[in-house]
């Protein structure tokens, strides 16, 4: 149980220095442990004068004391006998005893106690008066009573006189008397106290100095670190998901003989095989592109070939056994299809390459028009609905390409849902953006499908039907031509609404507009 507050302090600590930069941490410990040892050196420096102003003032107590006890014991015989009820002696007029104050400093009591414990004297040096209370007088009596003694002296120790404030005190002994010495403790309390404030004083000055130039002085010593840190900025900021990458960005001055020098040398080795990395990938992606291109245009002239071939035994006016024709009809049925994948695949591989796209000016919304149209009449067992502007909207783009990127929505729309599924095509703009969207209440992509569903060869067997003649390419070269023309795809989808949402930059200069669609 006791040291639960001792762990949640510590907790508190690491949390607050788990959010603080380096340097701020090095600051705060350099100033904590800055702070601890003035801390520590002022508590030694003023326990240690406390103590060596105490034994100076007990050793002039001490000798203040002897001195009083010595003239008292000088005296002669009939001055020693003091009347209990003015405190002087009989034979005497009235006055102090005459050697009081003799050899005292200023402001020392003196006091003399009968055995019966009666305060007989007490005069303060140099002091006219000396008013004491009788609280002040009892404490003064209680001292010849038996307690710490040495050498028949009472020890020096503090006592509070209402009339004086604090004063060290000792007792000594003359004949059958007691005779008690203090002195003020003022001197010592006021010294203490300014010696604190110095301490206190400089103390805080070191803090705030040693705060400004340790902040200067870790600024300076990490600002390898730094460089280090803007190199790895620049790195994330270079396009290395793709293409022909590079990496120039080096951290300088990278001295292997400092811990930060030794990171920044590591830098810039992992920064070396990474360079080498990309570039090893980025040229096995080449020869891949480079494949598929050449092999999806070399196919292109036998399937055609094939094709034709099967269309000619088709026409052959004599009759065909029925298997033979069931067969040429599946020959030029899977031909049509293998023709339409490979030129799926030119068509993905030419984008890979980069090869630019027709930029001229699109009507987005007649294109819209158009391709629902098509859509309608392909699959009129679903429901087709149009939102579209009052207004054209125009783009900057390759018609034949935007055209298939709609015809590919809308067929895997109608290829993916049910019978009698509504899918409706939007088209809003606005002054930075023209949008598309594509909305369907079928059943939906499945979750773990959608971060994938734009990549090549994916295909949802179970929310929406696998059909056949899919090739799982149809989302990819939306995302590819997407990224073509500057714009996103992006997909949305739960149980009863599957929505694909294309942006496409708006065109900053339109030029002549056309007729409304």
Known sequence: MLSRPSSGLTSRAGQWLAGRTLRGRLIAGLLTLLFLACAAVGAVTYAHLHSVLINGLNADLQAANQRYVTCLTRSPPGDGDFNSGTGRPASDSPGPVPCASEAQEPGTLNAVVSARGAVLDANISYSNVCHLSASDRTLLAGMSQPGPARSGQVLPHAVELSAYGRYQVMAGRANDKTVVTGMPLGPVTTTLREVALAEIAVFTLALVLAGVLGAAWVRVSLRPLRRVAATATKVTQLPLASGEV????????????????????????????????????????????SFAADASHELRTPLAAIRGYAELARRNPGPLPEDVAYALRRVESESA????????????????????????????????????????????????????????????????????????????????????????????????????????????????????????????????????????????????????????????SRPGETRFTLRLPALTDPGKRPTSA
């Open 337 to 492: 299809r293998m023709s339409e994948l490979v030129d799926e695949l030119l068509l993905l591989a030419r984008l890979d390459a980069g090869r630019p796209l027709a930029t001229e000016q699109v009507d987005l919304t007649r294109l819209v028009l158009d391709v629902t149209s098509d859509a309608r009449a392909a699959a009129a067992h679903h429901r087709w609905q149009l939102e579209l502007p009052e207004e054209p909207v125009l783009v900057r783009g390759d018609e034949l390409r935007l055209h298939q990127v709609l015809a590919n929505l809308l067929s895997n729309a109608a290829r993916h849902t049910p019978a009698g599924t509504s899918v409706t095509v939007a088209l809003h703009a606005d002054s930075e953006a023209a949008v598309v969207t594509v909305t369907d209440n079928g059943p939906g992509i499945p979750p773990e499908l959608q971060p994938s569903v734009f990549e090549r060869f994916v295909r949802g067997d179970s929310a929406r039907s696998h059909a056949a003649g899919s090739s799982g390419l149809g989302l990819a070269i939306v995302h590819a031509v997407m990224a073509a023309h500057g714009g996103t795809a992006e997909v949305v």
């Open 246 to 289: 590079r990496l120039p960005e080096r951290v300088p001055d990278a001295d292997p003989h400092t811990e930060v020098g030794q990171v920044g040398a590591a830098f810039n080795r992992m920064l070396g095989h990474v360079e080498s990395a990309l570039a090893r990938r980025e040229a096995s992606e080449s020869r891949l592109r």
